[in-house]
């Protein structure tokens, strides 16, 4: 697989998240359970502030301390405007409330039933498979000609790293008790463990 494939294949991942996420009505207005775009807030519900890390060292204080944090990926306001906000584990579920108002933080259950609305979508479940090796592979898509931003997860040691995926968070447990997070890797679309400390990105769903 070469890295323009890669690239390329975020195109169908974005417009995969963009559009089957969201419906409209006969005004133009959303009408879908689903928020349209990543979460990017710097508050929880009840108005305290979020630790905003602006540097490794920072999402590393935050890892080791087990507390909510979220960044930029690259650590670059750029990067926000396309993608929103990575937080770890500890501010997904922190009592405060991360997703606004009316909204939540998906379950497993909620990405399957997502799932179940798309065509032509591979979902491996974890909690169905016996191991976690699973072999994706994308599609050739080289006919699609155009730029791709980036993707990616920050690790719990505050790097980052660039991934031909979304990745979300998920409130969900594995069977062993680890965080899960969900991949959509077009047309593929499967759960896998995370750690607590590791940023993800976040897509909300109504109440």
Same mark, same amino acid.
């Given at each position: 697989?070469?890295?323009?494939?890669?690239?390329?294949?975020?195109?169908?991942?974005?417009?995969?998240?963009?559009?089957?996420?969201?419906?409209?009505?006969?005004?133009?207005?959303?009408?879908?359970?689903?928020?349209?775009?990543?979460?990017?807030?710097?508050?929880?519900?009840?108005?305290?502030?979020?630790?905003?890390?602006?540097?490794?060292?920072?999402?590393?204080?935050?890892?080791?301390?087990?507390?909510?944090?979220?960044?930029?990926?690259?650590?670059?306001?750029?990067?926000?405007?396309?993608?929103?906000?990575?937080?770890?584990?500890?501010?997904?579920?922190?009592?405060?409330? =991360?997703?606004?108002? !009316? %909204?939540? +933080?998906?379950?497993?259950?909620?990405?399957?039933?997502? $799932?179940?609305?798309?065509? #032509?979508?591979?979902?491996?479940?974890?909690?169905?498979?016996?191991?976690?090796?699973?072999?994706?592979?994308?599609?050739?898509?080289?006919?699609?000609?155009?730029?791709?931003?980036?993707?990616?997860?920050?690790?719990?040691?505050?790097?980052?790293?660039?991934?031909?995926?979304?990745?979300?968070?998920?409130?969900? =447990?594995?069977?062993? !008790? %680890?965080? +899960?997070?969900?991949?959509?890797?077009?047309?593929?679309? $499967?759960?896998?463990?995370? #750690?607590?400390?590791?940023?993800?990105?976040?897509?909300?769903?109504?109440?």
């Amino acid at each position: 697989m070469t890295k323009q494939t890669q690239r390329l294949a975020l195109i169908l991942i974005f417009i995969l998240i963009s559009n089957e996420m969201i419906s409209t009505d006969d005004n133009g207005a959303i009408n879908s359970n689903w928020m349209s775009t990543n979460l990017e807030v710097s508050e929880f519900r009840n108005g305290d502030t979020i630790l905003f890390a602006k540097t490794i060292e920072e999402w590393r204080y935050a890892a080791q301390n087990k507390e909510p944090a979220c960044c930029y990926f690259n650590y670059d306001s750029v990067n926000s405007k396309q993608h929103g906000k990575l937080y770890n584990r500890y501010a997904i579920i922190d009592k405060r409330g =991360l997703a606004p108002e !009316g %909204y939540r +933080i998906p379950t497993l259950d909620d990405w399957d039933m997502f $799932k179940d609305s798309i065509n #032509h979508i591979v979902f491996y479940d974890i909690r169905k498979l016996d191991s976690l090796g699973i072999n994706i592979e994308i599609p050739d898509i080289e006919s699609i000609k155009t730029n791709t931003p980036m993707f990616g997860s920050c690790y719990l040691d505050g790097t980052m790293a660039t991934s031909p995926s979304w990745d979300f968070w998920t409130t969900s =447990l594995s069977k062993d !008790g %680890y965080p +899960i997070i969900i991949m959509i890797n077009h047309p593929y679309m $499967k759960s896998l463990e995370s #750690h607590p400390a590791n940023g993800e990105y976040v897509r909300c769903i109504k109440d």
